[in-house]
């Protein structure tokens, strides 16, 4: 049996990565409607730089073993996912 302050260690580790991924799209979100173009370097930039920082902390989590590598590139595939939706669509407008 898996001792409840693993659990719960594992279900702040889900929710903090999941609490991350939601900022990065939200701030993507406001960049595109007010303030720059995707080609933006300054937009790439930030994108960039974001989503390393995500990709470094869920695999400091997969190492700690509070989240299955699995999980992690679901995560990160998912955003990235919502990201290029938000792209097209600033590009269509």
């Given at each position: 049996?898996?001792?409840?302050?693993?659990?719960?260690?594992?279900?702040?580790?889900?929710?903090?990565?999941?609490?991350?991924?939601?900022?990065?799209?939200?701030?993507?979100?406001?960049?595109?409607?007010n303030?720059?173009?995707?080609?933006?370097?300054?937009?790439?930039?930030?994108?960039?730089?974001?989503?390393?920082?995500?990709?470094?902390?869920?695999?400091?989590?997969?190492?700690?073993?509070?989240?299955?590598?699995?999980?992690?590139?679901?995560?990160?595939g998912?955003?990235?996912?919502?990201?290029?939706?938000?792209?097209?669509?600033?590009?269509?407008?």
């Open positions: 049996m898996v001792p409840d302050t693993k659990v719960d260690h594992r279900e702040k580790a889900h929710a903090l990565l999941k609490a991350d991924a939601d900022k990065i799209l939200r701030l993507i979100q406001v960049q595109m409607d303030l720059t173009m995707p080609q933006c370097p300054l937009y790439e930039e930030v994108l960039d730089t974001q989503m390393f920082g995500l990709s470094r902390e869920i695999d400091f989590a997969v190492r700690l073993g509070l989240i299955d590598p699995k999980y992690g590139k679901e995560l990160m998912s955003l990235e996912r919502q990201l290029s939706v938000l792209h097209d669509a600033s590009i269509r407008k």
